[in-house]
């Protein structure tokens, strides 16, 4: 499991053996006024709504290459200041 905080649908991360490159794909869903604080960037409570995200991760870096080829799913959830994105390998 790998756990992500981004503020953007794409993003960079580093590690010591890879450089990869993250874009996602995200829904949210929720009643209109969950979605409506969510929007205001009011703290919600992750059980109030569902926040999926695909995700794709490239890398150059030949050793870390079986992630070219992974599926991953994340479940996201949206504190005020940030998003939060736990992401799993599905095997």
Same mark, same amino acid.
């Given at each position: 499991m790998a756990r992500?905080?981004?503020n953007q649908g794409k993003g960079r991360t580093r590690s010591a053996r890879c450089d990869s490159v993250l874009p996602m794909r995200s829904g949210t869903h929720g009643s209109a #006024?969950?979605?409506a604080r969510l929007a205001r960037g009011e703290d919600v409570d992750a059980g109030e709504y569902t926040f999926?995200?695909?995700t794709q991760i490239e890398t150059a870096a030949? #050793?870390?290459d079986w992630l070219n080829k992974g599926v991953f799913i994340s479940v996201s959830a949206r504190?005020?200041?940030d998003v939060i994105y736990e992401t799993y390998l599905v095997e």
């Amino acid at each position: 499991m790998a756990r992500r905080s981004a503020n953007q649908g794409k993003g960079r991360t580093r590690s010591a053996r890879c450089d990869s490159v993250l874009p996602m794909r995200s829904g949210t869903h929720g009643s209109a #006024e969950v979605l409506a604080r969510l929007a205001r960037g009011e703290d919600v409570d992750a059980g109030e709504y569902t926040f999926r995200t695909s995700t794709q991760i490239e890398t150059a870096a030949p #050793e870390c290459d079986w992630l070219n080829k992974g599926v991953f799913i994340s479940v996201s959830a949206r504190p005020a200041a940030d998003v939060i994105y736990e992401t799993y390998l599905v095997e």
